[in-house]
């Protein structure tokens, strides 16, 4: 987008002018607490919070840019709006981890509130622009916000089950050969080491230069590994959880504390897949669709909470929702009230590095997005610092996440929808959306709450936040021109993803004719398996290695060209009848 597009696109609509004198911090607060203009601006405010038709046509708002003066109310509903959208995506990692690794629910609810704490910290320092040496930043200067990685929840997983198959975390096997896990929060302590030592990668992956990191990650390598995270995610956590839950009674075991969802013990206990479930989730899930049909430009940033919401409210009243993690949990809390022994797990660290380089694959396209929907220049010196600057605090996050006892934090794509509906790109409602995240992270009742939400209610509104992931990846892949070469390459890489994804299984025996390996051997083996049962880190993998050592297309090669071979692919699906008449 040139510099000329920016400024027609901007004088499209009225902006707030910034007064010519510098003026004292004094003064400005002053003029902010004290005049109506401070508070309420001339932003129209029934725009946001009045529902709409889906044929109705209303005059929008101003455009505020990233650093023009905004009025205090619109800062504070700005922010609130860009929190309650990121809500789903940062509490439903830590739940998942949690119930993988069988922890309690006071740890479970920690781990909600360390999230929401460490993601409106390292937020805070995205959203910076700070200048360091030789014309290096750190932090993109934009409305860019982070959250916990969902690269890293599919990952996690993976380690996780390899942690209980080779018995560094425990484990029961029944008579009919249930397997019931036990509670390993020191699996989480393993995880939380080897991601602050891997986050070295991508800090120096920041100081490359940008268009080498678009040589070696293409939207090619990019859309297949984030189509993959969300596939994985939907298939392995949300439509899991919508069924009952993930925790091992998915497979609906004929013994054990499992045989029910979520467990025999829990209000309203009921075999995995049962109507109720089924019937709770989906309620949570046309919600979402209605609250984006007649919502509000407020409610719609926020529909995932609602779906939530209306879920919780149903669920209530059936008496599916177990009210003793919200008794329990303490009224204010804050990081390390809980603590995890940090160590590091050899076989996890090549998985973790991969994850860290999807990582940064990631934050390029969601700054990219970012600076867009800001209306600020994709090209240039100037955009390429802020790639720079968001890819280096996503990697300095990535150490500081590990010592607030959270998993990777990498930039969030949620808040770009928000600037767009509200028109709002300003730091400052940035600022304040880290504010409240904090807030909400501090209040310890609030996680217990979260904790409390009944499987299939988060598996209905999960399954939409991943398939929207999924979503993304399939926007990134638009911009592929889809030649020979590309297709070869999205086939090859999808053959190995898709194909982990419906057999999981496939790569869990690779080794198991290997005698006595001794203990590196060993750690290696179970490292490549990780992968290699990774859908999106194996078919990612696959897609980098050849979109590096394949040949490109050859230049003279005409559009004709192209069309007779789209032709020739479609033929092959025509029946042999339909082709003779």
């Not at 080498?212 to 984030?226: A, D, N, Q, S």
């Not at 009674?249 to 499992?258: A, E, H, N």
């Not at 310890?444 to 929207?468: C, D, E, M, R, W």
């Not at 990780?530 to 590096?548: E, H, Q, R």
């Amino acid at each position: 987008m040139s510099r000329a597009s920016v400024s027609s696109v901007t004088k499209e609509q009225p902006s707030p002018t910034a007064h010519p004198n510098p003026r004292s911090v004094f003064s400005v607060v002053r003029q902010k607490v004290t005049t109506r203009h401070g508070w309420l601006g001339d932003y129209d405010y029934r725009w946001l919070c009045l529902p709409s038709l889906p044929t109705a046509r209303r005059k929008q708002p101003p455009f505020y840019g990233i650093d023009d003066e905004l009025p205090l109310v619109l800062a504070l509903t700005s922010g609130l709006q860009h929190a309650l959208a990121m809500l789903a995506g940062l509490i439903a990692p830590p739940i998942i981890l949690a119930s993988s690794l069988m922890l309690d629910s006071d740890t479970s609810a920690y781990l909600i509130s360390a999230s929401l704490i460490g993601s409106g910290i390292l937020s805070l320092v995205q959203l910076s622009r700070i200048k360091l040496w030789g014309g290096y930043y750190l932090g993109t200067g934009l409305l860019s916000v982070v959250g916990t990685s969902f690269a890293t929840l599919s990952t996690a997983n993976a380690i996780f089950n390899a942690m209980y198959a080779n018995g560094t975390c425990p484990s029961t096997t029944a008579a009919d050969g249930t397997i019931t896990r036990g509670p390993c929060p020191d699996a989480y302590g393993m995880v939380l080491g080897t991601s602050l030592i891997c986050a070295v990668l991508e800090i120096g992956l920041s100081f490359l230069p940008p268009r080498v990191l678009k040589r070696i990650f293409p939207p090619m390598v990019t859309g297949i590994f984030i189509l993959m995270i969300g596939s994985t995610l939907v298939g392995s956590s949300g439509i899991a959880d919508w069924g009952g839950g993930s925790n091992g009674c998915q497979t609906r075991p004929t013994s054990g504390i499992y045989q029910l969802c979520p467990t025999v013990g829990s209000p309203h206990a009921l075999p995995w897949g049962s109507p109720q479930f089924i019937g709770l989730g989906f309620l949570s899930f046309v919600s979402i669709i209605l609250t984006e049909i007649f919502g509000s430009p407020f409610l719609k940033n926020a529909s995932i909470i609602v779906g939530l919401a209306v879920g919780c409210i149903v669920a209530g009243a059936a008496g599916y929702i177990d009210g003793s993690t919200i008794t329990s949990a303490p009224v204010i809390t804050f990081l390390w009230v809980h603590r995890f022994k940090i160590n590091v797990y050899p076989p996890a660290i090549l998985p973790m590095l991969a994850v860290y380089v999807s990582v940064a694959m990631e934050a390029i396209g969601d700054i990219t997005a970012s600076a867009e929907v800001s209306r600020l220049p994709v090209e240039g010196e100037d955009f390429d610092s802020r790639i720079q600057g968001g890819v280096l605090s996503d990697g300095i996050g990535g150490i500081i996440s590990a010592l607030f006892t959270v998993t990777p934090l990498s930039v969030f794509a949620q808040n770009n929808g928000v600037i767009s509906v509200t028109r709002c790109a300003n730091r400052t409602a940035g600022g304040w959306c880290c504010v409240f995240l904090i807030i909400f992270g501090s209040l310890g009742k609030i996680s217990g709450l979260f904790l409390a939400i009944p499987n299939p209610v988060l598996g209905g509104v999960t399954t939409f936040l991943f398939a929207s992931v999924a979503v993304s990846g399939l926007r990134v892949l638009s911009y592929v021109k889809y030649t020979r070469r590309d297709r070869f390459i999205l086939a090859a890489a999808l053959s190995f993803g898709v194909g982990d994804l419906l057999m999981p299984g496939i790569f869990t025996h690779l080794f198991d004719g290997v005698k006595n390996p001794n203990n590196g051997l060993e750690g290696l083996f179970e490292s490549i398996t990780i992968l290699l049962s990774t859908p999106f880190l194996i078919s990612g993998i696959v897609a980098l290695v050849l979109n590096l050592i394949l040949p490109q297309d050859m230049p003279q090669q005409d559009e004709d060209d192209e069309d007779v071979e789209v032709a020739r692919d479609l033929e092959i699906q025509v029946p042999e009848q339909e082709r003779k008449i």
